[in-house]
């Protein structure tokens, strides 16, 4: 026997003095009403109804047993209401700063549809850390390297003019013996200022006779990127960003570099909630292409980004 949904029959035939009425409160045919509240005192042993007469009402039993139904069946209702609550309880989730608004929104409107509460919280790298490592949020997208991630996004290099081949070489940036060629500059925006991005750079240029200066890391993407649009400096940056700020993009010859993210999680239920069920949603928000195709002025998708699974 249901114990709580008899309770409920029995609070609202009580109340409106009628099985036809008290059913159709509590919005179950009256034959059903019948058979809770019956069912409920042959498991009390006594009556609680008085039938006797044309109007329902309560035996001395009843009356003594009709508070504790009413607090049961409220009971019942807040236990519901909370649960309802505790679905939908905020989990709060370290993002990139550099992932587009647009794209963040998009992020969090396919969680609702999922019934999944997304409070997304943009911080660089390692404020992401500090905010996963306080519990400040439930979850944050960090960096890890190539070899460890979940998404992968391919890293090039972006500039305001189109690129006269299909790959970038670190020693075409050379500066000439005379002086006359420019030191061109790659701006490190602080999304890929990390040890598996930046180290292996800056050996790569040194090792063919770059500038120390030359690799340089910026105070913020939006610096990075006006850099970029306003002087021959390169950003190094993913496809979608170049996009984004209207750059042509071209991916190195070496080092072939790659943005790593995975999930760090306290629970379990939210790392799965968003390596499996918004995998592709964060893929677009990081910018993980599921391929590219070659053009002039450097590479465009081939297909809506997918992500590329770790």
Do not use: K, N
Request: aromatic residues 4%; charged residues 25%.
């Amino acid at each position: 026997m249901d114990v709580v949904a008899a309770c409920r029959a029995f609070v609202a035939v009580s109340g409106h003095g009628s099985f036809t009425s008290g059913a159709a409160a509590a919005g179950i045919p009256q034959s059903v009403a019948s058979r809770r509240i019956a069912a409920l005192e042959a498991h009390f042993g006594a009556r609680l109804l008085d039938r006797s007469s044309r109007a329902v009402r309560l035996t001395p039993f009843g009356q003594d047993m009709l508070p504790t139904a009413r607090r049961l069946v409220d009971l019942a209702d807040a236990m519901t209401e909370d649960a309802e609550r505790a679905r939908w309880r905020p989990l709060r989730v370290a993002v990139p700063d550099s992932c587009p608004p647009h794209r963040l929104a998009a992020l969090v409107a396919a969680g609702r549809r999922q019934r999944i509460h997304l409070e997304v919280r943009p911080a660089d790298p390692a404020g992401r850390e500090r905010l996963c490592r306080t519990l400040t949020v439930s979850a944050g997208i960090v960096a890890v390297p190539d070899e460890t991630a979940v998404w992968r996004i391919p890293l090039g290099l972006a500039s305001r003019t189109s690129f006269p081949a299909q790959t970038v070489f670190l020693e075409t940036l050379r500066a000439g013996r005379t002086g006359a060629q420019a030191r061109r500059r790659i701006l490190v925006q602080p999304e890929d200022d990390v040890a598996h991005l930046r180290d292996p750079l800056t050996r790569a240029g040194q090792s063919v006779g770059l500038a120390p200066t030359q690799v340089a890391v910026t105070p913020s993407l939006v610096d990075a990127a006006a850099q970029a649009l306003s002087s021959p400096d390169l950003l190094l940056c993913s496809l979608q960003q170049a996009e984004d700020f209207g750059l042509h993009w071209c991916p190195l010859a070496e080092p072939q570099l790659r943005r790593g993210y995975d999930i760090a999680a306290g629970a379990r239920e939210d790392l799965e909630q968003l390596r499996t069920v918004l995998h592709a949603e964060i893929a677009r928000c990081l910018g993980a292409h599921g391929g590219v195709r070659e053009s002039a002025g450097g590479r465009l998708p081939d297909r809506p980004p997918t992500g590329e699974p770790g």
